[in-house]
């Protein structure tokens, strides 16, 4: 098993950045994938980004703006988040999936961290 911790939420204004940040304990890093989702308040959770060992996905709502990158050295993964909007408030999740490929849907993923909140006003 692998737990989640995600840091780096906070408030900003549109226009700024954020970096979230997902640390794993447990088991082998690597070997996950791992998603980013987000939810905002009556909405159901969303896919933002994932990152494997065959590459990146993206959302077309946040590509071009954010970034998904992975420390394996740290057992972390990062989401630099720039050029933030108002609708890019939620709360933010990582998650991690044991098999290989990259999934947009949240039922596909074993394990969940916490969440952190990002709100960004106008």
């Known amino acids: 098993q692998v737990q989640l911790v995600e840091s780096g939420g906070g408030l900003v204004q549109a226009g700024g950045s954020l970096r979230l940040s997902c640390a794993a304990s447990?088991?082998?890093?690597?070997?996950?994938?791992i998603g980013w989702f987000r939810q905002a308040p009556g909405k159901e959770r969303e896919f933002v980004a994932g990152a494997n060992w065959s590459g990146t996905l993206y959302a077309d709502s946040v590509k071009g703006r954010f970034t998904i990158s992975s420390d394996h050295a740290k057992n972390t993964v990062l989401l630099q988040m720039n050029r933030l909007e108002p609708e890019d408030t939620a709360v933010y999740h990582c998650?991690?999936?044991?098999?290989?490929?990259?999934?947009?849907?949240?039922?596909?993923?074993?394990?969940w961290g916490q969440g952190t909140q990002v709100t960004v006003s106008s």
């Open positions: 998650a991690a999936r044991r098999m290989g490929v990259l999934r947009t849907s949240p039922t596909l993923y074993d394990f």
């Open positions: 447990g088991d082998t890093f690597s070997t996950y994938t």
